[in-house]
C-alpha cells in the first residue's frame, strides 16, 4: 500500500503488470518511456515563453495545419525517447505524413498526437500529448498494415500527458483509468486520480458553437435535448469549450461531461484524427464508464482507411453521447 509519498507511475505500471502473469514487462517499459517523453515536453512547455521557442516554424504539416516550434521538439522527444526504446516497430504522428519504422523491432506500435492544441500555445492554453498502443500483429520483423491499421478496440494501452496547471499523466491498460500528477521538484507522477469515473453526472458540454452554420440538423436537434435539463429551477449543465481537445476532454473526464467535433459542411469527414485523437480518448472513456461515438458507432469500433483518418466525434457520460446517436439515427428516417 502507498505510504505518506504516494504511489508513483513506475509503481503503478508494475502493479498492473503483475495482473498478467504472461507479461514480459514490455509494455510496462514502453508505458514508463512515454512518461519520460511527457516530462521532458512539459518542461519545455512550461518554459516556453522564456526559451524563444514559442510561435510557428512558418511549415505546414501533412495536416495542412501550421507547424508550431513546440509541435517539432514534442515530435523530436518523442522519436528519441520512445523510438529509441526499442520496444516499438512503428510510430504514427499526427506530424509525419508517414509510419516511422523502427528497425530495432519492438513488439508493440504507438501512435500519437506530440502536442495536441498545439495553436493554443501563445496564449498558455492547456496543451497535451495524446498516445495510443497497440500489440504488433504480424510474425517477423516487417511491420505490415494489419501492424499499424488496428481499430481502437485493439489497444492494449492508451492516454495523454496534459500539461496545464500542472503536468498531468491519464492512462489506461484495460484496467481502469487512473490520473499522475508530475512532481517537478523529483520528477516523479505521482498517483494523483486514482480510478477516475465518467458515469456520474453530465455537467459541462463541449462544442464550438462557432460551427453551428455548417452542423447537419441532427446536431441542432440534439444539443435541444440536452439543453432541455436546464430550467427555471436549475442551470444543470453548463458550456465549457476551450479549442483544445486534450484539455476539453480531461476537465469532463474529471467533472462529467460531453464533448462533441461532429462532421459537418466545412469537414465532411469529421476534423479529428482517429489514430491518435479519438481512438486513443474512447478506450479511457469507455474505461471510465464512458462512451465515444462518431454519431453511428463506437469510435473503438471504426475500421482505420489510412494513417490520418478522420472522423467526428462525441465523447463523455454515455446517455448524452447515445443521445446523439439516437438523434442521427431519427434524422436518417
Ligand atoms: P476548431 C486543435 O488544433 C484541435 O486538433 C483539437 O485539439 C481541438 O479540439 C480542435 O482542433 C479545435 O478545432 O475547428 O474548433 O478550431
Redo the contacts with the bound molecule.
Keep these: 500500500m502507498p505510504g505518506t509519498h504516494g504511489l508513483t507511475l513506475t509503481a503503478h505500471i508494475r502493479n498492473t503488470q503483475s495482473l498478467h502473469p504472461e507479461a514480459r514487462g514490455e509494455l510496462s517499459a514502453l508505458l514508463t518511456q512515454v512518461g519520460v517523453a511527457g516530462k521532458m515536453i512539459s518542461s519545455k512547455v512550461n518554459m516556453a515563453g522564456l526559451l524563444g521557442v514559442l510561435g510557428s516554424t512558418g511549415k505546414i504539416n501533412v495536416q495542412g495545419?501550421i507547424v508550431q516550434k513546440l509541435d517539432e521538439m514534442a515530435e523530436d522527444v518523442m522519436q528519441d525517447i520512445v523510438g529509441g526504446s526499442g520496444l516499438v516497430c512503428a510510430m504514427l504522428s499526427e506530424e509525419r505524413k508517414d509510419i516511422l519504422e523502427i528497425e530495432t523491432g519492438g513488439r508493440y506500435v504507438i501512435a500519437y498526437d506530440p502536442l495536441?492544441?498545439?495553436?493554443?500555445i501563445d496564449a498558455n492554453v492547456s496543451i497535451g500529448t495524446i498516445f495510443s498502443i497497440f500489440r504488433k500483429l504480424s510474425p517477423g520483423t516487417e511491420v505490415t498494415r494489419a501492424d499499424t491499421m488496428q481499430k481502437g478496440c485493439e489497444q492494449v494501452a492508451a492516454g495523454y500527458i496534459l500539461y496545464g496547471s500542472s503536468t498531468v499523466f491519464v492512462y489506461t491498460a484495460g484496467e481502469g483509468v487512473h490520473g499522475f500528477t508530475l512532481d517537478p521538484s523529483v520528477g516523479e507522477y505521482i498517483l494523483s486520480h486514482p480510478d477516475i469515473r465518467l458515469d456520474g453526472k453530465c455537467k459541462c458540454f463541449s462544442i464550438?458553437q462557432c460551427?453551428a452554420p455548417y452542423w447537419d440538423a441532427w446536431v441542432h436537434d440534439w444539443i435541444a435535448r440536452v439543453m432541455e435539463r436546464n430550467d427555471a429551477d436549475k442551470r444543470r449543465i453548463s458550456g465549457r469549450h476551450i479549442?483544445?481537445?486534450?484539455a476539453?476532454f480531461h476537465r469532463n473526464l474529471i467533472y462529467g461531461g460531453v464533448f462533441a467535433?461532429p462532421t459537418d459542411a466545412r469537414s465532411p469527414k469529421g476534423?479529428?484524427r482517429l489514430m491518435y485523437?479519438a481512438s486513443p480518448l474512447a478506450f479511457i472513456a469507455e474505461q471510465a464508464g464512458g462512451y465515444a461515438s462518431d454519431g453511428r458507432i463506437s469510435i473503438l469500433d471504426l475500421e482505420p482507411e489510412e494513417l490520418h483518418h478522420r472522423t467526428g466525434l462525441i465523447i463523455g457520460n454515455r446517455p448524452e453521447v447515445e443521445l446523439a446517436e439516437d438523434c442521427v439515427g431519427r434524422a436518417s428516417i
Design positions: 495545419e495536441d492544441g498545439s495553436s493554443n464550438n460551427n479549442g483544445s481537445l486534450v476539453d467535433y476534423k479529428l485523437e
